[in-house]
């Protein structure tokens, strides 16, 4: 799924640079920005089957929706309270975005749809895979140089790489959390549980983003990729309950 994407990608942002047809440049950032979540989610509903959890329709919604909203949110108090991006306040990054995120994600919860471990993790999957999607598709529109898309596809391959441990690992982590306790609870409620979830998840978001983009030695930032192998990890963690038990074998056939 995500060297399909990739490579439709690259074939897209390939035309246009031989044929200067850029009314494909949509389509080619959005394959693009979409490869890894994407495909991260495959392999999650692969192991889990929690894509079953919740209506279709309701996925859909809280990916086009719910990231949208998250987005919204994120980038005006990004733009608030982040006065330098390239100075210690992208440190507060986390603490903004997850919380951004997990709006949408407590307003169903609220609501008292939806409230188990596993349609809890789906939605937030979704949530953070429109999210993620949006911001990889800003950053590659702002790489665009001499009206070449060359550095966006390089923008967009390294994000296809790295969000599925970012973002997705991020919110995945909150919510198998949150929804876990909630389900467990037959109610929202905010135990210490939750709230070291969310403190998790910021401060490995921040650190992500402060090693990307602060001025500092290059042996420090060799931490990036361990911050998005513990990111992973404590995902991963926090949904081993959920993965789905062997398929029955199917029944022979009558003769």
Partial sequence: MW?????????LIFM????????????????????????LLVAIHDRTRIGGSVPGTTLVGMFLFGGGVALLLGGY?????????????????????????????????LTGAHLTKPAGVAL??????????????????????????????????VRGLTTPFSHLAWTGLLCAV??????????????SAVTAA?????VLHSLNDGLLILDLPGGVKLFFPVVAAVSYWLFHRAT????????????????
């Fill in 16 to 39: 246009m640079e031989m044929v200067g047809n850029r009314a494909v440049m949509p389509a080619a950032f959005f394959y693009g920005a979409a490869a890894g979540p994407v495909a």
């Fill in 77 to 109: 108090f990004d733009a608030l309270l982040i006065s330098e991006k390239d100075g210690p306040t992208i440190l507060r990054v986390g603490w903004i975005e997850e919380a951004a995120k997990f709006v949408p994600l407590l307003a169903v919860a």
């Fill in 3 to 11: 060297i399909a994407m990739m490579a439709l990608s690259a074939s």
């Fill in 198 to 202: 969310f403190a998790a998840a910021a």
């Fill in 240 to 255: 081993r309950d959920l993965e789905r038990t062997a398929l029955p074998e199917p029944a022979p056939s009558s003769a």
């Fill in 124 to 157: 937030g999957l979704s949530c953070a895979t429109g999210f993620a999607i949006m911001e990889s598709m800003s950053y590659a529109w702002k790489s665009i140089k001499h009206d070449s898309a060359v550095e966006a596809g390089m923008v967009l391959f």
């Fill in 178 to 191: 949150a929804f876990g306790v909630w389900q467990a609870r037959r109610r929202v409620v905010l135990t």
